[in-house]
């Protein structure tokens, strides 16, 4: 399956692996390994199906093809796809989860209120 | 390698028959009536927040069930995790197993009394058999006091192969059964042929009896049983 093209979606190669605190303000999709923390308070992230992300993560929207072993912060929605392996509490508005997808963790549904209290 | 469990479901092995034939057909989702999950009904249903941990295969029915009526819900597939190859040791008798300490250490680490509720589903007759009496003493430790434990075991009409199946809630006591098929070669299970060996699912490890169950169960508060037509007995248990 190949990244998604976009004029603002930054990519992470399978044969990329960082590590350290990611920030920015476009989608990010990463194929490669990623260990720390990832922010895109109003973006996307995609983790595409050779992507290991050991990092909490905070978006707007986050979609798991590979692994992510973290918490995940999502102020719109979370999909997991088919061949998602997921460790960690999701926190979210929506969110999505194929046949096949595993989960292991919390699953938090926040309305806009809830945010807006921090809860 | 002729485990416990193997010898053990010699002693009860019978023919898959019925409605357990039919069920075998890998796409074919089946649908029963659970009186168990119709008694967890009323807790459903109740103004309190719950907090519910399901065991059984990732279920988007269940979140969107459970988190549409305000409450937490926690999944943890315990019958994958125990098919983690770093699991397995030998016992003091050179018998293979699996190792509890470590298999704990990583899943079901959660503080004490921190679930209303747990689905348990079949996680029972297809755990293996080194990890059934420590899972069921942490499950005790996170249960709330008058918290509830919902599980499946099958009769001992049940054969070895039956299906090991994946459980939706439906409606408040109907759930949708879709048969387990793993996707991995690697998740046959570490240990082989105790655990998965035929390719395609989980295998039935043993057929508790009614007081093989109590035993089980013995430091919960109360037990009830639930005998269904499809040589099923559910379980339901009050810490």
């Known amino acids: 399956m190949s990244a998604p093209l976009s004029g603002d979606l930054a990519q992470i190669g399978k044969s990329v692996v960082i590590k350290g605190e990611l920030s920015g303000s476009e989608d990010l999709y990463v194929d490669g390994q990623v260990e720390g923390s990832i922010s895109l308070k109003g973006n996307s992230l995609t983790v595409g199906p050779n992507g290991q992300v050991k990092a909490s993560v905070e978006a707007k929207g986050v979609v798991v093809q590979g692994k992510l072993e973290g918490n995940v912060q999502a102020s719109d929605r979370v999909e997991l796809r088919k061949s998602a392996v997921v460790t960690g509490d999701i926190a979210t508005q929506r969110i999505s989860i194929e046949e096949g997808a595993y989960l292991k963790g919390k699953v938090d549904i926040q309305g806009k209120a809830d945010k807006a209290a921090g809860k | ?239």
Request: aromatic letters at 10%; hydrophobic letters at 40%; charged letters at 25%.
């Open chain 2, 1 to 239: 390698m002729a485990s416990v469990s193997q010898n053990f479901m010699k002693l009860f092995r019978g023919s898959s028959s019925g409605s357990q034939t039919a069920a075998t057909s890998s796409s074919q989702k089946l649908t029963r009536r659970s009186s168990g999950l119709g008694e967890l009904t009323r807790l459903w249903e109740s103004d309190a927040q719950l907090c519910v941990l399901d065991l059984g295969s990732t279920s988007a029915a269940n979140i969107r069930y459970f988190t549409e009526r305000g409450h937490r819900i926690y999944s943890e597939d315990l019958l994958v995790a125990s098919t983690e190859p770093g699991l397995v040791t030998k016992d003091e008798e050179g018998k293979v197993i699996l190792d509890s300490r470590k298999f704990l250490a990583d899943n079901l680490v959660y503080p004490a009394a921190h679930f209303d509720v747990v689905l348990c589903w079949n996680l029972p007759d297809y755990l293996d058999e080194s990890l059934v009496r420590p899972v069921m003493g942490r499950l005790w430790s996170v249960l709330k006091p008058q918290g509830m434990l919902l599980a499946f075991f099958h009769t001992k009409d049940a054969g070895p192969d039956s299906p090991c199946y994946r459980f939706h809630i439906v409606e408040k006591d109907v759930l949708e059964m879709q048969k387990i098929v793993l996707k991995r070669e690697s998740r046959r299970g570490p240990t082989g042929a105790i655990h998965t060996a035929i390719s395609d699912g989980f295998r039935l490890q043993r057929v508790f009896n009614n007081r093989h169950i109590e035993t089980l169960f013995r430091d919960f508060a109360s037990i009830k049983f639930f005998l269904a037509r499809d040589n099923v007995r559910e379980v339901l248990v009050v810490r």
